[in-house]
């Protein structure tokens, strides 16, 4: 059974929609994400589903019980769930124990016991040495780790992380992601992440919802996300991409500067304008001509960044007017304005709405 | 291991328990209080005023009969020239003194601060009696220097006339024009003056065309609060127009209020006091929300003092010229009677008594008392506001209830209603059966929880709006009700702003005169009334003894306040 339904949720402020048409189904212990640029509606499903707001339509089931609808919310404290803030919202009047104790208290533990979890949960986050402080005394990473035991040691139903990482510095953040997941692998809470950071997202996430101007636009796990994106907004929002215009002419489809047969490229059975996705690290630069099955275009080098990791080269094809974005390993270097070949596995081109 | 969760509420029954049982109850309660508090007596007032004293029907003579005199009108004006040139006088002393503070180098800066905070807490009246033995005619101090130094058979000075009232009143609430000013000033950027700089202004330029236009909105509008300070105060011209025979508002109201009272003309009567206070507080709003206040209240940048070369001392004179007067002078003498036989006799051994301080205290009949009043019900009004305004806050901020911003603008209403008029609603509204409250405790304990509404209000929402909701959801989420997160978090987080809040209104309150005057009985007069009383006996001996009492009572309080909230927690602007 499904632990947390949503069933064709939305939410309305006067005649705005925030959040659209949303459903979902949560298989217990899954780790899910809800991606999308801000005032996209991602922080909004996240309250409804905590019970802060009524949905406007729409009912949310928990364990196959209904605890949101229109009509009826059953409030946030009786939902058994947990949720890591933006602000950690670390009550600074309690230290680090009694924070952490704070929710176990709530549910009426011996004392014994709250302080086993308690110091159990502190060593598994790595803040046992700390249970005495004042969240003044800690540093961003460990207010973070507070949070973080304060929402698990209830052993939640549902564990709700409302963009938690992005008050912390981009080092720290990396090796949260991290510490995120492996709590989820021992703890194996339901969890819903919501976040506007796509690697985020891909790190900690079993699947992803990508969210735009309030309605989904794609759920799917995260390499699925990259290498298939269903439409023009995920394809640009998960990683860089080139966008290629192109047309069906006569078992033939034409992009800007080259064309391959209809059938070795999807989704060209009907005529007409046609949009492509093609990631910038799916084409191959060599200075002779490639063999093989791919598309071999004769092209020139427009533009370069070198990025550390990679090159950034822009490359127009010598047929066509406008240059596309590829990537290449840090040591493969050509002049600006050198005859090269690009390589385009048809098969690497997904079409997108 | 498994967790004990509470079990999973039915949705049917915690909707039906959110939207009738707590939320409605609450706001209805609070409602319910404040229609108690603020409309009912508003309308009383404005009720009264149109009712015939014994038939109870529609009049208009109460009108007629407040307006019917050339004396009354001229009261009326009296109270106009006299909240003009306080107002104008206060200006003079203010607004140097806060652009001093804020914004140069001069010397003592800390020292003056503290003594606009000395001045803040002296009651006006305290000071108009002060001012009597410095410059009343003939035996004033003053005079009497004057006379020594010259030779002359008098000297100039007369406390007992129009520019000495005016005077008096600017000394006293030239504060509220520092505080608005100093405001607005730590808001301007040192960038701002660089940019006059490097035009080519020099620094009399650039705090002409530059500093002193940015602050203008707000020096206007301390000088409006001012004003209608002055309009609204009753100590010192009863203590000083009336022998000097003539007479204001406040005073003549006091005179409907004598025998036999005249509630309805009264009532009729200060509505020009009440409509003017209206206009001038929604003008104040006006000027303080214009564009030109805006650049202030963005990030202020760095600011640097304005280095004064010479004039460093000239300035720091100035601040000591103006302290002289509100506070070296006066409390020099009032220390002077309250410790001599007769304070005439003046500064020697032999005339050095404490018989004073031990009369007043355990002699007197009701003096001790009425300070004990004036400190219970301010106690009791101070708590009683602070919990008003904080559920009031938290409803309104939270949005837990429809229409709450009503509920804030009940609080924030009585801000506009001057001291003496809320006194006539609330006589008219409560004195008469069935509740018949006139004379007990319970109506100043009420009036003063009106009067100091606003202050617990503008307090409170700014504590609340300061705390970050998710505080709270954490709480709820994690299982604990709404109710736990007031007790576990809320509560805690906000008990430095709470007992802020509480100081800025007991203190107040513990000096409260032109309510009080109107609602004392025999049993609960306050420290403000006995007072009055004794300036009238002419004894003012004893009269300095008791309020030096209520100076130094407040010191600790003083003291705490500052512990917790830091040294200025009186002179920033949510204090008025």
Not at chain 2, 24 to 49: E, H, Q
Not at chain 2, 254 to 277: C, D, S
Request: hydrophobic share 50%.
């Amino acid at each position: 059974m499904s632990k947390l339904v949503l069933k064709n949720v939305a939410r309305r402020y006067g005649s705005f929609e925030v959040v659209a048409g949303f459903s979902l189904e949560l298989v217990p212990g899954e780790f899910v994400s809800l991606l999308g640029p801000s005032g996209c509606g991602k922080t909004t499903t996240l309250r409804m589903i905590a019970g802060f707001a009524p949905p406007s339509s729409g009912t949310i089931e928990m364990d196959g019980q209904v605890i949101s609808s229109p009509s009826t919310v059953v409030p946030p404290e009786k939902r058994r769930m947990s949720m890591i803030f933006q602000s950690y919202a670390i009550w600074p009047n309690m230290t680090v124990g009694e924070n952490v104790a704070f929710g176990l208290q709530v549910r009426k533990l011996s004392r014994a016991e709250i302080d086993r979890r308690v110091d159990k949960i502190l060593d598994v986050v790595q803040m046992r040495g700390l249970k005495g402080r004042y969240p003044a005394e800690l540093s961003g990473g460990q207010q973070q780790r507070v949070a973080l035991a304060r929402a698990i040691v209830v052993e939640p139903e549902v564990l709700l992380l409302d963009e938690p990482l992005s008050n912390l510095d981009a080092n720290l953040r990396e090796e949260m992601r991290f510490e995120i997941r492996r709590l989820h692998d021992e703890f194996k809470i339901t969890t819903v992440y919501v976040t506007h950071d796509q690697s985020e997202a891909m790190v900690t996430s079993d699947r992803i919802v990508v969210m735009n101007h309030g309605r989904i636009e794609q759920i799917d796990a995260p390499h699925r996300l990259y290498a298939r994106p269903k439409s023009r907004f995920v394809a640009g929002f998960i990683g860089r991409t080139n966008f290629l215009e192109a047309t069906r002419e006569a078992g033939e489809v034409r992009f800007d500067g080259f064309s391959a047969a209809a059938g070795r490229v999807e989704g060209a059975e009907t005529s007409g304008s046609l949009l492509y996705s093609l990631r910038p690290q799916a084409i191959g630069l060599a200075m002779a001509r490639p063999n093989g099955g791919s598309l071999a275009v004769e092209a020139e080098i427009a533009g370069r960044s070198y990025l550390g990791e990679y090159w950034d080269y822009q490359v127009r094809p010598l047929a066509g007017a406008r240059p596309l974005r590829v990537s290449t390993g840090p040591n493969a270097v050509f002049e600006i304005g050198s005859r090269v070949w690009l390589e385009i596995d048809p098969a690497a081109m997904v079409r997108v709405e | 291991m498994t967790v004990a969760a509470p079990a999973l509420a039915t949705p049917a029954a915690s909707r039906r328990a959110f939207a009738f049982d707590s939320t409605w109850l609450i706001w209805i309660a609070i409602i319910a209080v404040l229609l108690f508090l603020v409309v009912s007596p508003f309308v009383y007032l404005v009720v009264t005023s149109f009712t015939a004293e014994r038939t109870g029907e529609f009049t208009l003579s109460n009108y007629a009969a407040a307006y019917g005199r050339s004396r009354y009108v001229d009261a009326l004006l009296n109270s106009l020239k006299l909240g003009a040139s306080a107002a104008a006088l206060a200006g003079l002393f203010a607004v140097p003194l806060a652009w001093a503070v804020a914004r140069t180098d001069m010397p003592g800066r800390g020292l003056t601060r503290m003594l606009v905070l000395a001045t803040f807490i002296t009651p006006p009246y305290t000071g108009a009696v002060a001012w009597i033995l410095l410059a009343g005619p003939n035996a004033g101090w003053l005079n009497r220097f004057y006379v020594f130094l010259t030779g002359a058979e008098s000297g100039p000075f007369d406390i007992y006339s129009f520019p000495g009232l005016a005077l008096v009143v600017a000394l006293y609430s030239f504060p509220y024009i520092f505080i608005f000013t100093t405001a607005a000033l730590e808001l301007v950027s040192s960038e701002m003056e660089d940019a006059a700089n490097i035009l080519g202004a020099g620094a009399w330029r650039t705090m002409r065309r530059v500093t002193l236009p940015l602050a203008l909105p707000a020096i206007l509008g301390g000088l409006i609060i001012c004003f209608l300070e002055a309009i609204a105060l009753f100590g010192s011209p009863a203590m000083i127009a009336i022998p000097a025979r003539f007479n204001v508002v406040t005073t003549q109201l006091f005179q409907f209020f004598g025998n036999p009272v005249r509630v309805e003309v009264a009532a009729a009567y200060a509505m020009p006091l009440l409509g003017v206070t209206i206009l001038l507080i929604l003008i104040q709003r006006l000027l303080t929300r214009r564009k030109g206040f805006v650049a202030l209240t963005g990030k202020g940048g760095e600011r640097r003092p304005i280095r004064l070369g010479r004039w460093r001392w000239a300035v720091f004179g100035y601040a000591m010229f103006v302290a002289a007067l509100s506070v070296f002078l006066p409390y020099l003498f009032l220390l002077q009677a309250a410790f001599s036989k007769a304070w005439g006799r003046g500064f020697s051994l032999d005339n050095l008594s404490f018989r004073n301080l031990h009369f007043v205290l355990f002699e007197h009949a009701t003096a001790a008392q009425s300070v004990i009043n004036s400190f219970l019900y301010g106690a009791a009004s101070a708590t009683a506001v602070v919990i008003l305004t904080l559920g009031v806050a938290y409803i309104v901020t939270r949005r837990l209830v429809p229409f709450g911003g009503a509920l804030g603008f009940l609080c924030i209403a009585p801000f506009v209603i001057p001291g003496i008029v809320l006194a006539i609603g609330f006589y008219a509204a409560y004195a008469p059966p069935p509740l018949a409250l006139y004379g007990t405790a319970l109506i100043l304990i009420l009036a003063f929880t009106t009067r100091f509404l606003p202050i617990g209000y503008v307090n409170a929402s700014a504590a609340i709006r300061s705390l970050n909701p998710e505080m709270e959801e954490a709480v709820r989420v994690l299982g604990g009700s709404r109710l736990t997160a007031l007790r576990r978090v809320v509560a805690p987080l906000l008990k430095r702003n709470l007992l802020g809040a509480w100081l800025l209104i007991f203190i107040p309150a513990t000096r409260e005169l032109s309510a009080a005057i109107f609602l004392y009985g025999p049993n609960t007069k306050v420290a403000s009334v006995m007072i009055f009383d004794m300036s009238e006996e002419g004894n003012f001996e004893y009269l300095a003894a008791l309020a030096l009492i209520l100076q130094v009572l407040t010191l600790p309080l003083l003291w705490i306040g500052q512990k917790a909230l830091g040294r200025d927690f009186m002179l920033r602007r949510s204090a008025t």
